[in-house]
């Protein structure tokens, strides 16, 4: 099919019949309201218990990214030593991305105080800044109507809906990927060098602030081998001198992409092997897993992170859709992301690593929306059709997005405000809090979780003698108070013998559903 040319005079990629949306190439008035109107709709979905406590399904990873803002904001904003609550009597440096958002936040409380929705703000800011780059790239490929669908998409699946509101950098660096490659593409239609350095400094913050976005690459190496118009009517000489020309231009987008995370997470390596906890954020998550874990990811994606509709649209637009030039990109995410979560199996159990595939889908989905349209020749069966199937993507949507709300870190809140409430500044906590440090954020104490080593990955005694060991250990290293949550009351009844130690070495001092608290005897001298 040949291609259109553009008001500008770059090519255009063949369009659907548009569902709804009249057949301009780009953008008319009914299209640019659809567009106003869903990114406002957005974003007020996102401020919805923009202030809840950090006590949701991730309450973890929100509450390491937070304590480390609070930690800028309370000793000193050493950026480039981010510091974690659970490291004990240590200074609790970690090796982590990037850590620009935290460090933001910690500004910010200068001028406003220590609250949760300064750094939800930061993921909204940046996914409102995502839209509109997320739509040219969608419309480049796919054609105006799928662009408009697939930013309809984007904007309300469920996992992206979630993501966009949590102190987390996902969002802001799958932001920044998807506006590094718009312009990426840009440069590659127009061949001018002013769009290449912008896209070089977005991909490369993206990966700063998380390298999971690495998954970019691939669209990006696509977008750097295809062909394009390198003869210039029958000047051999000027193709071959443009030719060199963007490969130069290339070799320093690769530099300004890459060197600067390849400089931080050395940085942040060599932090998490010098300093107490040595810890790595995202260490251990290169694993391959089992077929029945990898099922159960694809499963819980397709339903709970994305919606069976978006799913099953994505797959009909997989299957039907016309591609423009360049039009591989969204293929070439698709296998990079294949490739990310077989490689990277053990990383993604967290359904946030899966957040790289939500454009992608939502892509898909929206060519799937637009060739259907195509086949409609009624603009009332097309009007009906829109509304009928944005509705039920809706009402899906929310059915599944309230289930990453629930609060199920509660106990460990309530047991942070009781431990503020009754100990002092100086004390150090142990937790049994499966791993989740939220109980130390909301208590502003440092501490242990229970068991040392294995407590940040849900770890449990192997016996009583083993936990008994551990908290001797923590004893004698400062540790003054021990807490149990509900979901560790178990341990009281299946290590007997520790409990047993507990009524001669520490006295019970708080006792709710929630949590057990428990105030440690002094060692003897």
């Not at 490291?87 to 620009?100: K, M, R």
């Not at 309300?156 to 718009?182: H, K, Q, T």
Request: charged share 15%.
């Amino acid at each position: 099919m040949r291609r259109q040319q553009g008001a500008s005079g770059g090519n255009v990629a063949p369009r659907f019949a548009p569902i709804a949306l009249g057949k301009a190439k780009h953008p008319g008035g009914w299209a640019l309201a659809l567009l106003t109107v869903i990114g406002a709709v957005a974003v007020g979905a996102r401020l919805i218990l923009i202030d809840q406590p950090f006590v949701d399904h991730w309450s973890w990873r929100q509450s390491d990214v937070a304590a480390i803002a609070r930690n800028f904001f309370a000793s000193g904003f050493h950026f480039a030593y981010p510091q974690i609550d659970w490291a004990g009597d240590s200074p609790g440096y970690v090796g982590t991305e990037f850590p620009i958002l935290p460090f933001a936040a910690a500004i910010c409380y200068k001028l406003t105080g220590v609250h949760e929705w300064i750094g939800r703000s930061q993921a909204i800011v940046f996914f409102a800044l995502s839209l509109p780059f997320f739509f040219l790239l969608a419309r480049e490929t796919f054609g105006n109507a799928a662009a408009v669908w697939a930013t309809f998409f984007f904007s309300f699946a469920p996992l992206n809906v979630f993501a966009g509101r949590s102190f987390m950098p996902d969002v802001p660096s799958l932001s920044l990927a998807i506006v590094g490659l718009y312009l990426f593409l840009r440069w590659r239609l127009d061949e001018r060098a002013t769009w290449l350095c912008p896209a070089a400094v977005a991909i490369s913050v993206s990966f700063l602030i998380k390298i999971t976005s690495i998954v970019v690459a691939a669209p990006l190496l696509y977008l750097a081998a295809a062909p394009g118009d390198d003869v210039v009517g029958r000047d051999v000489g000027a193709a071959k001198d443009r030719g060199r020309r963007r490969r130069l231009q290339l070799a320093l987008f690769a530099l300004i992409a890459l060197l600067p995370s390849a400089l931080w997470y050395w940085h942040a390596w060599q932090i998490s092997r010098k300093f107490y906890p040595h810890h790595f954020f995202g260490a251990g998550g290169v694993r391959i897993e089992t077929l029945s874990w990898y099922w159960e990811i694809a499963q819980k994606t397709a339903t709970l992170s994305l919606t069976p509709v978006l799913t099953g649209l994505a797959a009909i637009g997989f299957l039907v859709a016309r591609r423009g030039k360049y039009g591989g990109l969204f293929d070439a995410w698709v296998v990079a992301m294949v490739l990310f979560v077989g490689v990277v199996g053990y990383g993604n159990r967290h359904v946030w690593y899966q957040l790289p595939l939500v454009p992608v889908v939502a892509a898909f989905a929206g060519a799937g929306c637009a060739f259907i349209g195509s086949k409609m020749g009624s603009r009332v069966a097309r009007v009906g059709l829109s509304l009928g199937l944005a509705g039920v993507f809706l009402v899906v949507s929310f059915s599944m997005v309230r289930l990453f709300y629930e609060a199920t870190a509660a106990p460990l809140y309530a047991a942070g405000l009781e431990l503020n409430r009754i100990t002092a500044p100086s004390d150090l906590i142990i937790a049994a809090d499966g791993g989740n440090p939220a109980i130390f954020y909301y208590a502003q104490r440092k501490g242990w979780h229970f068991l040392e080593i294995n407590g940040i990955y849900n770890g449990n005694p192997r016996d009583s003698r083993e936990a008994i060991e551990d908290l001797e250990k923590l004893r004698r290293r400062g540790g003054t108070h021990l807490v149990f949550t509900r979901n560790t009351f178990w341990w009281l009844v299946s290590y007997p013998e520790l409990t047993q130690h507990l009524s001669e070495s520490a006295k019970l001092i708080a006792a709710t559903p929630d949590f057990i608290i428990y105030r440690l005897n002094p060692m003897p001298r």
